[in-house]
Nanobody, 112 residues
């Protein structure tokens, strides 16, 4: 069992920034890590993912605004979010695979 704990969520004004952190209870070496987000009543969607070698991809709506990174020595994954928009409001979840594990999520709210 791998525990994932997210932190860094909060309330910001549109145009502001937040950095989310995810700490894993086990080594993340060799694993693809990702951030997803979910709005109540809607399906969870992929935001960004990063391979062990550092390759990344992003959903179109966050390209050029969000940056995913990892620190294997610390078993951490980060999501730097800039120029936030109200539509970015969601619970953000850290994801580890394979096998698949999820964190409990951290709330991000962007006010207009």
């Amino acid at each position: 069992q791998v525990q994932l704990v997210e932190s860094g969520g909060g309330l910001v004004q549109a145009g502001g920034s937040l950095t989310l952190s995810c700490r894993a209870s086990a080594s993340i070496w060799g694993r693809t890590m990702a951030w997803y987000r979910q709005v109540s009543g809607k399906e969870r969607e992929l935001v960004a993912r990063i391979s062990n070698s550092g390759g990344t991809n992003y959903t179109d709506s966050v390209k050029d605004r969000f940056t995913i990174s990892r620190d294997n020595a610390e078993n951490k994954v980060y999501l730097q979010m800039n120029r936030l928009k109200p539509e970015d409001t969601a619970v953000y979840y850290c994801n580890f695979r394979i096998p698949i594990y999820w964190g409990q999520g951290t709330q991000v709210t962007v006010s207009s």
